[in-house]
């Protein structure tokens, strides 16, 4: 019989309790620590019967897991994935992969140059709404793409921002809901090799913007625009839209526009539109919907992170593919403080 991989968790918040449910669920794995400063963290750990440790050294001091996953915030990704790595432990690192270009850059050589696999955690690659429409968009069925249209608006509740990392640069909704979006875009449409974007604080008056409005060109010369907000109250974000989240109220609304030149494709409701005969503005529309399974993103993620963990598959969302979607990030972040476009530079 396989032994149950024995996998840490380093930070216990939002992300890193929806890890630590599922971990725990599991006859495959083991919750072997939860590392994190805090009281509640420690608390926590108590609740689920989870060993505790204050910190990535003191984990590291005591005994080598057969896998970590970092859920701290984005500015300490860098150190606690270069931590594990230099110990020799794979890391499935939540996204973003951090929180500046540069950091991503050493996670991804330290990787390369251990030898130690590193899965990033945009868990909607799992999803199999974004797998069916990844296979509908490459049968042809709606033509060459062209332009595609993208919601990110919900309304963030003021308790949220008790956590202060949470107003700080590194965190707001581009960094933190956004790069999902984007990172979806890209596995969907290809690459993004140029970017225009505004952003404002205006609403909440924090370092972090609170809307931005983003323009997105894409290697195969699509164009796409995205609308991103978490002061709106409103149903159209994937997270109310695709009913993959049980957290969130399902809407069942679209979020995505993909348009073609022979349909177009609404997400995650996936609804495709095409004409009955002849392709014109006069001619009659029909849409039909597109058949999807079923199945948790971030359990299907956590099979994959345990057939990379038993040297059974490659990280379907390498290091190298997450700083990617960072790049992207960043360049939004350098267009809205120069008021020009930007390329995605890594």
Known sequence: MTEPLRIALIGAGLIGRQHASRLVSRTDTVLSCIV?????????????????????????????????????????????????????????????????????????????????????????????????????????????????NAMFWLYKPADYFNQTWRTKRGAGPVFLNLIHDIDSLRYLLGDIVRVQARLSSHQRGFEVE?????????????????????????????????GENKAYPHTAEPSYFIGGTHGSLAMPNMVRWHNRDVRGWWEPLEHEGIVVGDGDPLVNQLDHWCAVLRGAAAP????EEGLKTLAVIDAIQRSAATGEPAVPVR
């Open 36 to 148: 994190d400063p805090t009281d509640a963290a420690r608390a926590y750990a108590g609740e689920i019967g989870a060993p505790w440790v204050p910190d990535v050294g003191a984990m590291l001091d005591g005994f080598r897991p057969d896998g970590a996953i970092v859920a701290t915030p984005n500015q300490m990704h860098c150190a606690h994935a270069l931590a594990c790595i230099g110990a020799g432990v794979p890391v499935l690192v939540e996204k973003p992969l951090t929180d500046i270009v540069a950091d991503g850059e050493k996670i991804v050589a330290a990787a390369k140059a251990a030898g130690v696999p590193v899965l990033v955690g945009h868990h909607r690659r799992h999803s199999a709404t974004l797998r069916r429409a990844k296979e509908l968009l490459e049968s042809g069925t709606l033509g060459q793409i062209v332009s595609v």
């Open 210 to 242: 609170d809307t931005a409005a983003i323009i997105v060109e894409f290697k195969s010369g699509a164009l796409g625009t995205i609308s991103v907000s978490d002061t709106v109250v409103a149903p159209w974000s994937w997270e109310m839209t695709s």
């Open 316 to 319: 379907l969302v390498s290091a």
